[in-house]
């Protein structure tokens, strides 16, 4: 399969555990995306990068989420101290090339529930 | 604000009959518009991609209207069957360089019965 891959699929933490997800993009995709979904609603835009170089942050993204991409290949979002109001669907697309024009292409996500 | 809208909310046809979904934006500037499907549970899958200069594109039996100087867009679904059974996401890509936040809308849940 050469699409995107995420991991884990599903996540169950407790509040207050950090958690940590990863992404593999499409090879040779140097664009990497980072969107949340909540449940009825269209996925927000959290961070993206470019190769390694994190180019933009939303401002949904506190001090407890840190996104990291070291070798401009797979990607790796963690969360800290979660909250109940992190579950959501984490989302992780890539693109061949940067500029709204250009495809991207989604995982399948991963699933975060907070008890 | 950037918003996209879309309408209905959801959306129940008989398997074969076709359907038009709606999607209103305020993005500006504009670049490009895009329409997802978006299996529960699953990532979103592109279905079309349409820059300011162009007002249809066709995927099979899906065919996506623009009209960018109503910040309109459309989506017709054409003999539905089962497997359309799915959210339907309007996305809008911002213009200007360096800018690559795209704006999702809430999506239209659609539902194909027999």
Redesign the interface.
Known sequence: DTG?SQDPRHKITKRGQNVTFRCDPISEHN?L?WYRQTL??????LT?FQNEAQ??K?RLLSDRFSAERPKGSFSTLEIQRTEQGDSA?Y?C?SSAR????Y???????T?LTVT | KNQVEQSPQSLIILEGKNCTLQCNYTVSPFSNLRWYKQDTGRGPVSLTIMTFSENTKSNGRYTATLDADTKQSSLHITASQLSDSASYICVVGPGGFGNEKLTFGTGTRLTIIP
């Open positions: 995107v664009r995306y009825g609603q269209g996925p927000e835009f993206y180019l933009e939303s669907m989302l697309a940067g500029g709204a024009s495809e991207q292409y989604f995982g399948p996500g699933r």
